[in-house]
């Protein structure tokens, strides 16, 4: 099976500017979830979308927003970047069958540098 | 409080050698399950092994073993044999039901540094 997928792989934006990254689950996955990792901050979770609906969200500003399509796909949005956006943004598939013991597992992530 | 605290910023290991990355956690559900990855300076975060609130053996993949204390609530990594390619940070995360459904709550990480 192949792995999820992220693209693209790095992105350089200007302060202001609006940005949309991907992420293909594996297959057979129905929920994504969406992590921005920061060295001050480390791991935080965006939030997780399950057949289309957004089942949990994180303390993100409105900016951060994202969807899933009905072939699990996924993408997130960030609106009016800033500095402080400019991160690794991890996305992650499991099954969805279980949120206490599903393992999710993540895609090579998108490197995001706001100027 | 943290729910996942990993209290060693850096380890360092002779390669041949075992070591344990220590995670303590807190949480009140009943079910949930605790997590192990890797991530290699690519920044790709590789799942390694998976241990459940109701499991009653340790679990074990290849040189990975999960030392479970779930009365103290520990989830330590045993590393065995360490190579030089184990040179990473490591994450202990722990996935819950209800309001913390659908996500996996990190640890600090601890920077692995296997010696030649």
């Known amino acids: 099976k192949a792995g999820v997928t992220q693209t693209p792989r790095y992105l350089i934006k200007t302060r202001g500017q609006q940005v949309t990254l991907s992420c293909s689950p594996i297959?057979?996955?129905?929920?994504v979830s969406w992590y921005q990792q920061t060295p001050g901050q480390g791991l935080q979770f965006l939030f997780e979308y399950f057949s289309e609906t957004q089942r949990n969200k994180g303390n993100f500003p409105g900016r951060f927003s994202g969807r899933q399509f009905s072939n699990s796909r996924s993408e997130m949005n960030v609106s009016t970047l800033e500095l402080g956006d400019s991160a690794l943004y991890l996305c992650a598939s499991s099954s969805g069958a279980s949120a206490s013991t599903d393992t999710q597992y993540f895609g090579p992530g998108t490197r995001l540098t706001v100027l | 409080a943290q729910k996942i605290t990993q209290t060693q910023p850096g380890m360092f290991v002779q390669e041949k050698e075992a070591v344990t990355l220590d995670c303590t956690y807190d949480?009140?559900?009943?079910?949930?399950?605790l997590f192990w990855y890797k991530q290699p300076s690519s920044g790709e975060m590789i799942f390694l092994i998976y241990?459940?609130?109701?499991?009653?053996q340790n679990a074990t993949e290849g040189r990975y073993s999960l030392n479970f204390q779930k009365a103290r609530k520990s989830a330590n990594l045993v590393i065995s044999a360490s190579q030089l390619g184990d040179s990473a940070m490591y994450f202990c995360?722990?996935?819950?039901?209800?309001?913390?459904?659908?996500?996996?709550?990190f640890g600090d990480g601890t920077t692995l540094t296997v010696k030649p």
């Open positions: 949480t009140s559900d009943p079910s949930y399950g």
């Open positions: 241990q459940g609130s109701y499991d009653q």
């Open positions: 297959s057979g996955h129905r929920s």
């Open positions: 995360a722990m996935r819950e039901r209800g309001t913390n459904a659908g996500k996996s709550t």
